[in-house]
């Protein structure tokens, strides 16, 4: 592999890695708190299609960016209804919603635009367009650092910085914030946290939140930013794939990007490298773009019980009397 096609590899590593880094500091978030979210996938699937939808009905990717994430927020708004006000299953009710978002997403595209469940193809003000940074061009031609600057980290959507920029911002959040330090111990020990006089309700609920704009971000950034409109089931498991990625980095953000980034570039390799051989043996397409999500079961099943969660996670929180 030479030095350009390298490039080419780690630039098409960063644009895949980003639903899936936003998707697992979406989970993060959820998790940290006490919330399972295995609805990831939903909420991601059901931004993607909204916020093309709208970009393709108005022209403009902004509106389509603010629809998408209102569309994660309203699927995470019933999630939490669902497990923290109902005290329900918190898996049944992630696993409920990306059955309806699989439905309804399809269904509503066909009833709006009529091409089988997809939206008409974005082009002009519909996407996001890439960003060259301040003086890309003009190091373009300098030896190794030129193109690195030039190729590697300009040239992505405004969504992808965000992206990148997340990361600290989370770790930031949950280890330097008195917001954080509550989050985190309401995954831990809601009774105290409640004891302290902390709504527990509350935390939960702004976790949530959270966790569905990061969605919507990701959804949005997958249908006008790395696409050019929506497709029938366009997420393809990456929610999946960010929980794997998200129990792989022990819920800490830049653990986080490193898991994404792997992911990333094993799906930029199968993308690739379609067509090759290894000792003379062909290796089937197959096998190349189903790299990503062996490296998941391997994931979860060398890693689950060695990673721990947060004590608290997954049960529903009941106020002592």
């Known amino acids: ?72 927020l309203l699927f995470s708004a019933i999630h939490g209804l669902a497990s923290i006000t109902f005290r329900g299953n918190q898996l049944i009710s992630g696993v409920a919603l990306n059955f309806l978002a699989a439905g309804l997403t399809v269904l509503i595209a066909q009833s709006w635009f009529s091409q089988g469940g997809r939206t008409p193809s974005l082009i002009g003000g519909a996407r996001f367009e890439p960003i060259t940074l301040p003086f890309a061009e003009a190091l373009q031609n300098v030896p190794i650092l030129g193109p690195i600057y030039y190729e590697l980290i300009s040239g992505h959507t405004i969504l992808v910085y965000v992206a990148l920029l997340a990361v600290p911002a989370t770790w930031y959040i949950l280890f330097r914030t008195r917001f954080g330090l509550r989050l985190r111990a309401v995954g831990e020990n809601p009774a105290a946290v409640d004891t302290a006089g902390i709504s527990v309700v509350g935390l939960r609920y702004a976790a949530v939140a959270i966790c569905g704009l990061l969605c919507g971000l990701a959804g949005a950034y997958l249908a006008t930013g790395l696409s050019a409109g929506f497709v029938k089931d366009m997420t393809a498991g990456r929610g999946y794939i960010a929980l794997a990625a998200l129990i792989f980095a022990k819920w800490r953000p830049w653990y986080a990007l490193m898991a994404c980034l792997l992911f990333g570039f094993l799906e930029a ?32 099943a060398g890693f689950v019980g060695k990673a721990i969660p947060p004590r608290a996670g997954g049960e529903p929180y009941v106020k002592e009397r």
């Open 1 to 72: 592999m030479d030095f350009a096609t390298l490039l080419q590899v780690l630039d098409s590593t960063i644009r895949l890695a980003t639903p899936l880094l936003l998707a697992c500091l979406a989970g993060l978030f959820s998790e940290r708190a006490g919330i399972f979210d295995i609805g990831l996938e939903g909420k991601m699937l059901v931004a993607a299609f909204l916020s093309a939808a709208m970009a393709a009905i108005t022209g403009s990717v902004w509106i389509g960016l603010f629809a998408g994430v209102f569309a994660a």
């Open 269 to 300: 390799i199968a993308n690739r490298f379609q067509n090759i051989e290894i000792l003379s043996i062909p290796i089937p397409v197959q096998l190349m773009q189903a790299l990503p999500y062996i490296l998941t079961v391997v994931i979860l």
